[in-house]
């Protein structure tokens, strides 16, 4: 369904009396979520993680590829998971494997506004930080 005829110009997530908007924000981390299935590279593994915004409602969810065919999906996945265990103060994920312990943590990050062929939306910015 193209629902492009609905686009909002304004680009932010209205939470009631707040609003997300491109700039640093602190997150949430509030549920986890193992996938397993295949693509086109054969078996994979990612581990969801569901993020909210305490000063409002709003969430967002971000998947990392643990377990892939295709190493470069896997490489990237571990090491935005080390950064967010990092900022989290918890050990590298490399190091344990475990998400144990990431839930109920609070991080800082910063939301940018991509403009994809013409499409804007917000993203987490994956290098904030190092």
């Keep these: 369904m193209d629902l492009k005829q609905y686009k909002n110009d304004d680009f932010s997530l209205d939470m009631g009396e707040s609003t997300i908007k491109p700039g640093v924000h602190e997150i949430?981390?509030?549920?986890?979520?193992?996938?397993?299935?295949?693509?086109?590279?054969?078996?994979?593994?990612?581990?969801?993680?569901?993020?909210?915004?305490?000063?409002?409602?709003?969430?967002?969810?971000?998947?990392?590829?643990?377990?892939?065919?295709?190493?470069?999906?896997?490489n990237v996945g571990v090491s935005k998971l080390n950064g967010l265990f990092v900022a989290a103060g918890l050990p590298k994920f490399s190091e344990t494997w475990k998400t144990d312990g990431i839930i109920g943590k609070s991080v800082m990050c910063d939301i940018t506004e991509i403009d994809k062929d013409g499409n804007k939306y917000l993203r987490i910015d994956d290098d904030y930080g190092n």
């Excluded at 990612?46 to 915004?53: A, G, P």
Aim: proline share 4%; glycine share 8%; aromatic share 10%.
């Design 28 to 74: 949430k981390v509030v549920d986890e979520t193992i996938f397993e299935g295949t693509d086109k590279n054969g078996d994979v593994i990612k581990v969801e993680l569901s993020f909210i915004f305490p000063k409002g409602s709003a969430s967002v969810k971000e998947w990392y590829t643990v377990s892939s065919g295709n190493p470069k999906a896997v």
